[in-house]
């Protein structure tokens, strides 16, 4: 299994940035397919930005042009580069990872590893 540690939450205004970092250790041979996703209160958790093991990424349609997701292989980090934020971009941010991307779509019951979740709030 994987351990994934997320870090870079917080708190800012509409229309600033923040960037999401997540370290992998463990068996990060099964972290080929890394993604970020985000649960409100009240609602279910959804995928935000994902990359593959050939760097193909996919965002939801909510971030596109706005966050940028990359991964550093050889530091085994996950990041993602939030950007222009809304208050609708409030939320617990999770990191998951797998072995490989199975499908086109961000599913969560894919993904096999899980961080904790860190707090990103963008206030008016």
């Known amino acids: 299994q994987v351990q994934l540690v997320e870090s870079g939450g917080g708190s800012v205004q509409t229309g600033g940035s923040l960037r999401l970092s997540c370290v992998a250790s463990g068996d990060t041979y099964s972290s080929s397919c890394m993604g970020w996703f985000r649960q409100a209160p009240g609602k279910e958790r959804e995928g935000v930005a994902r990359v593959d093991g050939y760097g193909v990424t996919t965002y939801a349609d909510s971030v596109k042009g706005r966050f940028t997701i990359s991964k550093d292989n050889a530091k085994n980090t996950l990041y993602l580069q939030m950007n222009s934020l809304k208050p609708e971009d409030t939320a617990m941010y999770y990191c998951?990872?797998?072995?490989?991307?199975?499908?086109?779509?961000?599913?969560?019951?894919?993904?096999?590893?899980w961080g904790q979740g860190i707090q990103v709030t963008v206030s008016s």
């Open positions: 998951a990872a797998r072995d490989y991307c199975p499908r086109a779509r961000m599913v969560v019951t894919d993904f096999t590893s």
